[in-house]
């Protein structure tokens, strides 16, 4: 019997930098009217998907993100009741915001209807149903577009989280600029957080520096959050944004709230990485400075 070998994964860190991974089976590939959809297997990182050859996330680390994502502002706020995830079609950011009981309203604004059918097909472990509670509301189109509709209803949020970072493509740009920023801010409730991924201080420092000029121009109140995620190169910032100054919790607070909420299992996500994430090495504060 013959065993065709199969090619390496090449997944961009920067313009110079790559990770290869070696693929276990062949992919499963889905062309949409937006972009071309990967489902790739790898003995390192188990199934992940790519969308136009970017690596989005994996099996074996979404959980440092995706739990980093929603928990960090989810716990930070008293009660949150209504979120919107912009991006967010495979689910787990979703999956994650389940957990908090007082959220009555989630919507997930997704460009690609494809993305969330092939993921709910192909990596059921992302969503592991999310799209089928029916706190859960499946918003298909422009994020910035469904976000302007919603404001322009008057709803407002605790929560936005951006499961989506800046790219390189003009076409999504209008994701992260200075009117699209104020929006978010428009759109939070009073004791609200918008978390946007500002992406790797090490192979994006310009990118990171630029949007995280642009947060604080936009919002009264920006914190940063330094975690880790092995699929992305390693160290990648977060940032809690609000529009209004309000002080940290402490780890008691957060404690207390996790055991409230009947929170429990998670893998990544503890109060003491909470506040130990906020403490930047003297390179980052220098960037972002």
């Not at 995830?85 to 979703?94: T, V, Y």
């Not at 469904?146 to 740009?173: M, N, R, V, W, Y």
């Not at 000029?213 to 009264?220: D, E, M």
Request: proline content about 7%; glycine content about 6%.
């Amino acid at each position: 019997m013959f065993h065709v070998k199969q090619q390496p994964i090449t997944l961009a860190l920067a313009p110079d930098a790559t990770l290869t991974l070696h693929a276990s089976a062949p992919p499963i590939e889905v062309r949409s009217s937006f972009q071309h959809i990967s489902v790739e297997h790898t003995a390192s990182f188990g199934q992940l998907y790519r969308l136009d050859g970017d690596a989005m996330a994996a099996e074996a680390d979404e959980f440092m993100i995706h739990e980093s994502l929603a928990h960090l502002a989810a716990l930070e706020h008293p009660a949150p009741r209504r979120a919107i995830i912009l991006g967010g079609g495979d689910g787990a950011s979703a999956r994650e915001l389940l957990k908090h009981p007082s959220l009555t309203r989630i919507v997930v604004a997704e460009l690609d209807p494809l993305v969330v059918s092939t993921l709910r097909e192909h990596i059921r472990s992302l969503s592991t149903g999310a799209f089928d509670d029916p706190r859960v509301e499946l918003c298909v189109g422009d994020a910035a577009r469904s976000l302007k509709a919603l404001h322009d209803q008057g709803e407002a949020f605790d929560l936005i989280l951006f499961d989506l970072t800046e790219t390189d493509d003009p076409a999504c740009a209008h994701l992260h600029d200075d009117v699209f920023l104020a929006l978010c801010a428009a759109s939070l409730g009073p004791a609200g957080i918008a978390h946007v991924q500002l992406g790797s201080p090490f192979y994006q420092p310009d990118k990171v520096r630029n949007l995280c000029q642009r947060l604080r121009r936009s919002f009264a109140n920006v914190r940063l959050s330094l975690i880790h995620a092995p699929l992305y190169g390693g160290p990648w910032l977060l940032a809690r944004c609000r529009t209004q100054p309000t002080p940290g919790p402490d780890a008691n607070l957060l404690q207390q709230r996790l055991e409230e909420r009947g929170i429990r299992g998670l893998r990544y996500y503890n109060p003491a990485l909470h506040l130990a994430s906020e403490a930047l090495p003297n390179h980052l504060r220098d960037l972002l400075a």
